[in-house]
Nanobody
Framework: QVHLVESGGGLVQAGESLRLSCAASGRFFRISDMGWYRQAPGKQRELVARIFSSGSTNYADSVKGRFTISRDNAKNTVSLQMNSLQPEDTAAYYC??????????????WGQGTLVTVSS
């Protein structure tokens, strides 16, 4: 019922920046949490950054001070500004939301993933 579309991945050199965006569409009452996860080859998916409906955020230690997450509630979008990218940031990045349906259920939705590759 909810569809997430990600954009902004690509190939950059170490030290450069990228901005990922994710737009949610479909039928839902409201979105609570929005976030980004990543999965590198051979590794488990991990939380990168999350932003709550209150606006509070949390980040993985490895990206603190380099990445910034933001959301636009009017447009149902979440973005991830990634600065000072390093080769270890190379991964598929997935948008994630928690949302409430009109009958009060809390559900999760995932994007299809966008690839970020950082060369040294």
């Amino acid at each position: 019922q909810v569809h997430l579309v990600e954009s902004g991945g690509g190939l950059v050199q170490a030290g450069e920046s990228l901005r990922l965006s994710c737009a949610a569409s479909g039928r839902f009452f409201r979105i609570s949490d929005m976030g980004w996860y990543r999965q590198a080859p051979g590794k488990q998916r991990e939380l990168v950054a999350r932003i709550f409906s209150s606006g509070s955020t949390n980040y993985a230690d490895s990206v603190k001070g380099r990445f910034t997450i933001s959301r636009d509630n009017a447009k149902n979008t979440v973005s991830l500004q990634m600065n000072s990218l390093q080769p270890e940031d190379t991964a598929a990045y997935y948008c994630h939301i928690k949302y409430f349906t009109y009958v009060g259920d809390s559900l999760d939705a995932w994007g299809q993933g966008t690839l970020v590759t950082v060369s040294s």
